[in-house]
């Protein structure tokens, strides 16, 4: 379970969160709603171990993340915590998606496994070559291989930022039919930010 104390967000002269508190369970899907500017954003940084971290009180399967040093916070940022967001971020775009997944695996201090990647790609029915570059996929493509990526480095969490809302509809059910039977396969948990209705009500356990 992850639990932030004393949570305080200030944009300017504006006061968001003022020590505020979330616990995320293990398994469940967190979903983050609100309107433009309330702080969603900035947040989700905050969970994923990538904002400032001043007065929160951060807390990983009872370990007190917010005591520890930088590299010991970045460790468990790369190995524990995966993205898919809005549109799909690699290591290096000049690289090839298996030089892509090999980097992620070496950050988050795993050996690549060419089998296991292709095991994985079978259940996320992913079909496309290794050696190709991310300009050559489509967008459902790409967001199936963030979650490879995810899967292949063994994270946990996943940070879902808008992961949907560039897709067709019918790829939109596909990725989160796709992300509902990974949680129950690898017990994985989601914070997920999201503007759509429809997507809260198909795919939230909880809504903060």
Not at 50 to 71: F, K, M, P
Not at 181 to 189: D, G, I, R
């Amino acid at each position: 379970m992850i639990r932030l104390e004393h949570i305080h967000l200030q944009f300017a002269d504006r006061t968001l969160l003022e020590d505020e508190c979330l616990c995320l369970r293990e398994g469940r899907v967190h979903v983050l709603m609100g309107r433009s500017g309330s702080g969603k954003t900035t947040l989700l940084n905050e969970i994923a171990l990538n904002g400032s971290g001043q007065s929160l009180v951060y807390e990983w399967n009872g370990i007190e993340v917010s005591v520890l040093c930088e590299e010991k916070k970045a460790q468990l940022r790369r190995a524990q915590i995966g993205y898919v967001m809005q549109d799909l971020e690699v290591i290096d775009s000049r690289l090839t998606l298996e030089e892509n997944l090999k980097c992620v695996c070496a950050l988050a201090g795993r050996a690549y496994d060419r089998q296991e990647a292709e095991q994985t790609m079978r259940m996320l029915r992913l079909d496309m070559d290794l050696n190709k570059r991310i300009e050559t996929l489509s967008r459902g493509e790409r967001q199936r291989f963030a979650l490879l990526s995810v899967l292949q480095k063994g994270a946990q969490l996943i940070v879902c930022d808008e992961p949907v809302s560039a897709l067709d509809v019918s790829i939109q059910a596909q990725i989160l039919n796709l992300l509902k039977e990974l949680q129950a396969e690898f017990n994985l948990s989601y914070i997920f930010i999201t503007h759509d209705l429809s997507v809260v009500n198909h795919f939230s356990d909880e809504i903060a």
